[in-house]
């Protein structure tokens, strides 16, 4: 954090001791250097109240860039604050969440330092650095001296904890924020709110933030598309399009206790690590089935019949699924995502499971001692690497399935409208983020 202090330093020093006007509107355009869709400060405070988002320019008078441009979205629990340098590159990010009344908890931070002037605006050759922090005290600092191309080193974060909160500014109280330590920005402030009255201006694109957005987690990747034969995609290694194959009932689960663990089997016979995301369901037998596609391979010159597997699921009801969304392990929040992210069940031997919770323990442990052992009668396998471990007697199951990789994998809940589950989903990342939905 000193380094990062002095590169602020430098950045803001014209800054200090001024008077700084507030002008509100959808965003900042640094190629123009202006206020783009300016809205009146009355518009920009009824925005603040129902949770709309909307952009706040803080300039100092005399100067042609902004001290910080604040993007403002509360529905979705959201301040972000950028910085700029004298050529108009951002050069500071500061992502800050509303997890508690009256209070913002500083999630994200991340500076940018240009050595050359000719670098564009976030460029990969920019050295970076960035701060992650979370409220259970889980932090992480990473500094990359020559930009997303080199090297990288890793330590904990030096921010004393009684900074990782900020009060939460009223509405055109803006100045306090400003004078955070946390942003680096030297001097006093004084807002001087801006009064003239703006009449809205003509739509000039697409309505909402412009220039940002309020961070968006990752997405469900096609849960319905996937499981739907004839359904075509793009790949981005496969020649063709794919098409999506009749669904593959591969076996039956039973969960006795009412409670779906998902997770690497690995993980299960010591219990101390991997903790499994949980999803209750009604006790009962469910299917467990596949999608996938066949397509023709080459290698080397030599070509051949290749088939992929997309995902699997458990299929808890036949009601139409009326929304996905994210499995959340304990104490976890899902307000805390970045752009893209996700929470997840982690992978060290490519392999997932569905198991009884109850039974979890037990399960892994034979599950385990069979595959290290290469033999015994514990484990029943299943076409397609597919394998099954049943307690003889309460009858709880655990049904393994094969993965691309290691790393974490997302589990995705399908609802009726009612909130009872109809699904459950885990698909294979490393083939559907290379997959496209073909439309035409």
């Known amino acids: 954090m000193e380094q990062m202090t002095r590169w602020k330093a430098e950045m803001t020093e014209v800054h200090s001791d001024v008077l700084v006007e507030a002008f509100y509107g959808d965003g900042w ?45 509360w529905a979705d629990h959201y301040l972000g604050i950028w910085q700029f340098d004298g050529l108009g590159r951002r050069a500071f990010e500061a992502d800050l969440r509303k997890l508690e009344p009256g209070r913002l908890f500083l999630r994200h931070l991340a500076e940018w330092r240009y050595e050359q002037e000719d670098l564009p605006d976030l460029a990969d050759e920019a050295l970076r650095r ?61 807002l001087v709110e801006e009064t003239s009255d703006i009449a809205p201006q003509p739509a000039t694109g697409a309505a909402g933030p412009f220039g940002w957005q309020p961070p968006v987690p990752a997405a469900a990747p096609w849960p319905e598309e996937l499981f739907t034969p004839g359904f075509r995609f793009t790949h981005q290694y496969r020649s ?63 070509r051949f019949a290749a ?48 198991v009884d919770l109850a039974a979890r323990t037990e399960l892994g442990r034979r599950y385990m001692r069979d595959l290290t052992s290469g033999g015994g009668d514990d484990i029943h396998d299943i076409d397609g690497g597919y394998s099954k471990v049943t307690n003889d007697v309460t009858g709880a199951e655990m049904v393994t399935f094969m993965l691309g990789g290691d790393g974490v994998y997302p589990v995705w809940v399908g609802r009726d409208d009612t909130g009872e589950v109809t699904a459950v989903v ?4 490393f083939e559907v983020g290379y997959m496209e939905p073909l439309t035409s």
Request: net charge negative; hydrophobic share 40%.
């Open 29 to 73: 355009d640094p190629s123009t250097r202006s206020t783009v869709r300016p809205i009146p400060r009355g518009e920009a405070a009824r925005r603040d109240a129902v949770g709309e988002p909307y952009a706040v320019v803080l300039a100092a008078l005399g100067q042609e860039l902004p001290v910080a441009v604040l993007h403002v979205a």
């Open 130 to 190: 960035t701060v992650d922090l979370y409220p259970d005290g889980k932090n992480s600092q990473g500094l990359y001296p020559r930009g997303r191309g080199g090297g990288s080193r890793h330590t904990l974060v030096d921010l004393p904890r009684d900074r990782w909160w900020l009060p939460l500014p009223e509405f055109g109280r803006w100045a306090h924020l400003l004078a955070a330590p946390q942003f680096g920005l030297k001097g006093t402030f004084k």
């Open 240 to 302: 063709e399009p794919l098409t999506i194959e009749p669904v593959r009932t591969v076996t039956e689960i039973a969960l006795p206790a009412g409670k779906l663990a998902v997770c690497d089997p690995s993980y299960l016979p010591n219990g101390t690590e991997g903790e499994p995301l949980v999803i209750e369901v009604p006790p009962g037998v469910y299917p467990v089935q596949e999608t996938g596609a066949s397509y023709e391979g080459e290698m080397f010159g030599d």
């Open 307 to 354: 088939r992929d597997t997309f995902a699997v699921r458990l299929v808890v009801s036949q009601k139409p699924t009326a929304c996905w969304t994210m499995a959340v392990p304990p104490g976890m929040d899902v307000r805390l995502l970045r752009d893209g992210q996700y929470f997840g069940f982690g992978v060290d031997s490519a392999t997932g499971c569905f």
């Open 426 to 429: 885990v698909a294979d990342r």
